[in-house]
Structure formats: structure tokens, C-alpha cells
């Protein structure tokens, strides 16, 4: 049994610069540590904002830049991990990516978004190439990015990694809830895993965003919802909740019995 407190970030949509995004993380993962957390979740492209063309580009991080240092030192200094939504700046192109820092201020994954949904997107990104799996704090984690948890064969792939616990950076627009209200915990139930999905926050009546973040059990079941304005929301990982659950019944396993191409090789190719 493997236990880690998870906390989701649910910031303020915004367009600012890096000294503004590292001066508002500041505080929450101070706020986090505070309350016992040992890893912190931004929402998509948290550094740049979401939706912007020129803003992306002017926030775009390369490896090692000074904004992503700045972002290992917070982590190392308040002793919480990272997932920080970011614009990546590699080769030329551009990636929507999610760095993830250990507590130490390590970088030990960089998840480079698959599902790239609209115009905005398409313009500005590249594609990565899927889910990869690793260790944080002795839970085995995986990472997706807003649209991506829409096909289930993503966080399926995750699941045949062997992943505990799915971590979700988004941009939801208010008018399809329906992801953060049935697909994420359904995402959760399907594969036995528990999901940490931080959305931005709706401000206001014409907000774009959903301010729906959540964390989702192995059981399909929301453990924690966001109110909608800025928040942050904690639980706590259980791994032997993942285990109880499959010892269940286990959907992994029995989809091997009957549909063997959609089995680890087939997912993982």
C-alpha cells in the first residue's frame, strides 16, 4: 500500500508573463504543502494561458530555459512535485506539454500532448507520441493532457503501463462538462485507476472554462470536486484501493479473453 496526497491547482485563467505564472504558483504550493500535499497539478498550458496563438509562442520553453529552472527551484523549495502545463520549444516546433518535477526539483517525465482538437491547436503544436509511465513517491503515474482522455485507448494504454494514477492537465470549455462530469470518471472505473483531471477556473457568467477540476477513485466515483472560482482540492491516493478493485473483477485482464487485439501489444505500438 502506497499512499500520496494530491493536490489540483484550479488557477485563474490568464495571459502574463513568467514572472507572473511563478508568482501565483508560489503561493498555491505553499498552500499545498501546508496542507500536507505531495503533489501539485496545473491546468493545460498553464504558463502561457490557453487559446492564444502569440502567447504561446512568447511563453514557449525550451529545455533547461530559466522559467522551467524557476519552476525546479519552487518545487524543491516548498518539497512538493510538479506538473506544470507549459509550451514546449523544441527543434522549432512546437509541443503542448506537461513537465512533471519531483520533490527534489527533479524533471523526471515531459508528456508532449497527442490529441490536438481545434484550429489553435493544430496551428501551434505537434503531436506526441502517447503516455509513458513513472514513478512518483512510489505510486506509478501517467499523464495526459485535456483532450486526450477523450479516446479511451490513451488512458488504456496508461493502464496496460501499469498505471495508478492518471494525472490530467485541461482547458475545458464550460460547454462540454459532460467530460469532467462522466468521461473522466468513467475513465477512472474502466481502467481502475485513480484521475486527477485541473481544469482552469470559470470567472463569471461568460467564462470559457469549465472550473470543474476533480479526482476521481478506481470506483468511477468523484472524491473531490472544485467550486468553480480559483481552488485548490486535495485527496489521497490509495494504491491498495487500485488493487481491491481489480481484485474485483479486472477489466484488463478480461479484455485479453475475447479481444486480443486490443490487448498491451496492440495499445502500446
Known amino acids: 500500500m502506497t499512499l500520496l496526497n494530491l493536490a489540483l491547482f484550479q488557477a485563474r485563467p490568464a495571459f502574463r508573463s513568467a514572472d507572473e505564472v511563478l508568482s501565483d504558483l508560489d503561493p498555491a504550493m505553499a498552500r499545498a504543502a501546508a496542507a500536507g500535499a505531495k503533489l501539485l497539478v496545473t491546468p493545460e498550458l498553464y504558463v502561457s494561458g490557453y487559446g492564444s496563438a502569440d502567447a504561446v509562442w ?10 522551467l529552472r524557476a519552476a525546479e527551484q519552487l518545487a524543491a523549495r516548498h518539497g512538493v512535485g510538479l506538473v506544470l502545463g507549459y509550451p514546449e520549444k523544441s527543434g522549432g516546433v512546437l509541443y503542448n506539454s506537461a513537465a512533471v518535477f519531483d520533490c527534489e526539483g527533479h524533471l523526471i517525465s515531459n508528456y508532449r500532448k497527442v490529441a490536438l482538437p ?3 491547436e493544430r496551428d501551434c503544436f505537434v503531436p506526441g507520441t502517447g503516455p509513458e509511465v513513472f514513478e512518483f513517491e512510489g505510486v506509478r503515474c501517467s ?3 485535456c483532450y486526450d482522455i477523450e479516446f479511451p485507448e490513451l488512458a488504456r494504454r496508461a493502464a496496460f503501463l501499469g498505471t495508478d494514477l492518471l494525472l490530467v492537465p485541461t482547458a475545458l470549455r464550460d460547454q462540454w462538462r459532460v467530460v469532467s462530469d462522466a468521461v473522466v470518471p468513467s475513465r477512472a472505473y474502466e481502467n481502475a485507476m485513480f484521475v486527477g483531471y485541473c481544469d482552469f477556473a470559470a470567472e463569471g457568467s461568460g467564462s470559457r472554462f469549465s472550473g470543474t477540476s476533480s479526482i476521481c477513485g478506481p470506483d468511477g466515483q468523484h472524491i473531490c470536486r472544485a467550486t468553480g472560482s480559483e481552488d485548490l482540492i486535495l485527496a489521497t491516493i490509495d494504491t491498495a484501493y487500485v488493487h481491491r478493485r481489480k481484485a474485483d473483477f479486472d477489466f484488463l485482464q478480461d479484455l485479453k479473453r475475447f479481444a486480443p487485439a486490443l490487448t498491451p501489444r496492440a495499445l502500446t505500438a
Do not use: E, R
Open 58 to 67: 512568447a511563453a514557449a520553453q525550451a529545455p533547461g530555459s530559466s522559467s
Open 118 to 120: 481545434n484550429d489553435f
Open 143 to 145: 499523464v495526459l493532457i
